[in-house]
């Protein structure tokens, strides 16, 4: 389609040159950008509607956008708009589509033939169950038994697709046809959302917690497209929300103790909170856990490091 020789519309050039473009994601699928509305711009003037000034110097810009998104004054972000096209595995696409704050148009496979493409896993990508967190992975399986799974994963991905081919040769209506698919089949959609829940979207889905793949077009998402479409918005929102820390009431008293009077005022404290035993013993505690995390990328040794641990069972 040949490009209007002007508009009057807020264009971002770097988002222009990226418009359909595909960045793939994953062994088949992908995300690319349909269309968008706003820009750092519109951010800045939803913000000073209500004295009446347009934009003011890019440093202003810059300040304002920081301010709005350390002080979480939200209204402003719902001014952008951007539309994707992904292609996303049916598993991974649940998770996604629990985010109720878009537009979603997804493909039919009620209408048109499921997309012959499915998710394959590497034979040294299979994770073993985390056994701290219940719906999350640490470390992978060995690659002879990747392999062994690998082939499985195959042989189970080519019988369904067979079986669902053949019902349509029978004459199988389309929606009970598919019924048997695997969840790693493809689909695709399209996906509309204001950059405000975008960004919550991204906080969520970019977070090391969750799962590889939706990470994995999250981090697509927010690097290579949101990045360039607001790039003031995207450096405050690594700034404040991304990359940024946020302690707990507990964890603040935990740290003045530490601070004030030393180590065993803060077991006290954590001995008060059931974080660990009354004999000083180290009990699994997830609270405690999180804490832990957050004193090591503040390079602060946790009080309890030097406590037995029990068995709590």
Not at 99 to 108: D, G, K, L, M, P
Not at 268 to 287: D, F, H, P, S, Y
Request: aromatic share 8%.
């Amino acid at each position: 389609m040949q490009e209007p020789p002007h508009t009057m519309r807020d264009c971002v050039p770097a988002l222009e040159k990226i418009l359909l473009s595909n960045f793939p994601v994953l062994d088949q699928g992908f995300v690319r950008v349909i269309d968008y509305m706003g820009s750092d711009r519109a951010i800045v003037q939803a913000a000073r509607v209500s004295y009446g000034k347009g934009t003011k110097s890019l440093a202003n810009d810059r300040g304002l956008i920081r301010y709005l998104m350390r002080h979480r004054h939200t209204t402003p972000f719902e001014m952008c708009e951007i539309k994707l096209h992904v292609r996303v595995p049916m598993d991974c696409w649940r998770q996604w589509i629990r985010h109720r704050t878009a537009n979603v148009n997804e493909y039919s496979t009620r209408y048109s033939i499921a997309i012959d493409v499915a998710q394959r896993t590497a034979p040294d990508s299979w994770r073993m169950q985390s056994s701290a967190n219940k719906q999350g992975s640490a470390g992978h399986l060995n690659s002879s038994l990747g392999s062994q799974l690998t082939r499985q994963e195959t042989e189970i991905i080519e019988k369904c697709g067979d079986v669902y081919r053949q019902r349509l040769e029978l004459g199988v209506a389309r929606e009970q046809a598919r019924k048997d698919l695997p969840l790693s089949t493809y689909t695709e959609a399209y996906w509309k959302i204001d950059l405000h829940n975008l960004m919550h979207f991204l906080s969520l889905r970019m977070d090391g917690h969750a799962q590889h793949e939706i990470r994995s077009y999250a981090k697509v998402i927010g690097e290579k497209i949101v990045s360039l479409w607001c790039p003031l918005t995207w450096e405050a929102f690594e700034d404040y929300r991304l990359k940024c820390m946020t302690l707990t009431a507990r964890e603040i008293a935990l740290l003045k103790a530490l601070s004030l009077n030393g180590n065993q005022a803060a077991l006290r404290l954590a001995v008060e909170w059931g974080w660990i035993g009354k004999e000083m013993n180290l009990r699994q505690n997830r609270e405690r856990s999180e804490a832990d995390a957050k004193l090591s990328e503040l390079a602060i040794e946790p009080p309890w490091n030097s406590l037995p641990k029990v068995n709590d069972k």
